[in-house]
């Protein structure tokens, strides 16, 4: 699986981006999805997860009630919408897969990662 990432920009503090992450190969649907970010001199950090079968979605903290994650199985995409955005947001946003996931926080069991866009959030 082949994961390619696209959406990011520069925007306002309040404003709104959505991403998207389009996967290439077979059984997409098989995937849990997942999206993760990391701003310069801090670790990678869990954002939000959308389990295989869509029924499970898990949001960090500091995102909920702000971002919302979907998938399109039918355009082999996952998407992430981000509202309100806050310059605590910017970061280098990835995607990830991990076959049958259940939308887990944890990076190291994802199989296959996206090249990353980067989000830029001005104050």
């Known amino acids: 699986v082949q994961l390619q990432a696209s959406g990011g920009g520069l925007v306002q503090a309040g404003g709104s981006l959505r991403l998207s992450c389009a996967a290439s190969g077979h059984s997409f649907s098989s995937f849990g999805m997942g999206w993760f970010r990391q701003a310069p001199g801090k670790e990678r950090e869990f954002v939000a997860a959308?389990?295989?079968?869509?029924?499970?979605?898990n949001y960090a903290d500091s995102v909920k009630g702000r971002f919302t994650i979907s998938r399109d199985n039918a355009m082999n995409t996952v998407y992430l919408q981000m509202n309100s955005l806050k310059p605590e947001d910017t970061a280098v946003y990835y995607c990830a897969a991990q076959r049958y996931g259940s939308a887990t926080y944890c990076a190291n069991q994802y199989d296959y990662w996206g090249q990353g866009t980067q989000v830029t959030v001005s104050s």
């Open positions: 959308i389990a295989w079968g869509g029924s499970i979605r």
